[in-house]
């Protein structure tokens, strides 16, 4: 089994360093987030990431507060909701995270979408709104989700600080590689979102072949990939026993070959799952 020492570090530009394993909470229950982030704690974990959307930011910073684990030890990340991209809105948003957690700071806080078509907001200003949490020391770093290369090149252009992370769609089936390689050659790293591809991909033929050859779980070879790709992960399961083996993913090494076979896998824009950044415009109530 691996343990917390084995996930590599990942330098992000603001001098932090992230595990490059996490636990992703997307869809879990409000009810039952503070029971398994504790769970993921437990095992290993030490880095949870949450949003504003998923509404369970309150159970992610519970099961925080009453670990043993001290404070600094944990990496947890948040994004702005849609909805709240305007600066007001977003300083507004940002402080009711901290409340809603009962946390001092936080580790990394994204902007969640970048919402180009919708004319009442602008990105680029809600960026700058980021600065501020970064500058004041109630977000260590500050990062983008779902950018597109136009949206990095435009906060470039600003000369704004550039993005510790860019969080994007990546699974086998969704290279996601213009934006991935724009990233790697910028200092801006890749978190991995579905790195599972919600779990659709894992009855594939050359995924359960590549488990069997190894003796490991369709699970641990996507994520194996995910990890020697460097890109930063954090499957999401509510099952006990699933978080222990996402967990597990140190103890072996895939060939350039078995990576290669898992890279063939992709379908170009056919293998996204979810919305396309560019066109989603979806502001919540
Ligand atoms: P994922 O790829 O992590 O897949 C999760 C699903 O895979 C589970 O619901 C389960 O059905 C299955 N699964 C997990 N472990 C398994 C195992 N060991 N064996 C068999 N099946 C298993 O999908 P995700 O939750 O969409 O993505 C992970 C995290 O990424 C989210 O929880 C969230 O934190 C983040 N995320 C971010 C965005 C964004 O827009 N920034 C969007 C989606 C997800």
């Known amino acids: 089994m ?4 084995d996930i590599p570090l990942i330098e992000l530009n603001s001098g932090q360093r992230i595990p490059q394993l996490g636990f992703g909470t997307f869809q879990i229950e ?22 504003q959307m998923y509404g369970n930011e309150a159970g992610v910073g519970a099961a925080i507060r009453e670990s043993s684990i001290d404070r600094d030890e944990i990496f947890v990340t948040t994004k702005l909701n849609n909805s709240f991209h305007e600066p007001g809105a977003a300083r507004a948003a940002f402080e009711r995270s901290l409340m809603e957690m009962g946390l001092g700071y936080v580790d990394l806080f994204l902007i969640h979408w970048p ?7 602008d990105y680029l200003e809600t960026w700058k709104t980021l600065e501020e949490f970064a500058a ?17 090149e435009r906060l470039d252009r600003a000369g704004t600080t550039t993005p510790a992370v860019n969080q994007i769609e990546l699974h086998p089936r969704f ?26 991909l894992l009855d594939d033929p050359v995924v359960t072949g590549l488990a069997d050859e190894l003796d490991r779980t369709a699970a ?9 790709r460097g890109n930063i992960v954090f499957p999401k399961s509510a099952n006990e026993a699933r978080i222990e083996e ?9 060939s350039d070959a078995q990576i290669g ?25």
């Open 2 to 5: 691996s343990t917390t020492t």
């Open 30 to 51: 409000p009810s039952e987030t503070a029971a398994l982030v504790s769970h993921a704690l437990s095992v290993g974990y030490r880095h949870i990431d949450t949003a």
């Open 115 to 121: 919402l180009p078509t919708v004319p009442e907001t």
């Open 136 to 152: 004041d020391g109630r977000a260590r770093s500050i990062g983008v989700s779902n950018f597109q290369v136009d949206h990095l």
């Open 175 to 200: 290279l996601n590689r213009e934006v991935d390689e724009y990233g790697k050659h910028n200092g801006i790293p890749t978190e991995a979102w579905s790195p599972l591809g919600q779990g659709e």
């Open 220 to 228: 641990q070879v996507v994520l194996r990939w995910q990890l020697q």
């Open 246 to 254: 996402n967990f597990d993913v140190f103890g072996f090494d895939l």
């Open 261 to 285: 076979s898992l890279d063939a896998l992709d379908r170009g824009a056919d293998g996204r799952i979810g919305p396309h950044p560019d066109h989603f415009d979806m502001i919540p109530d």
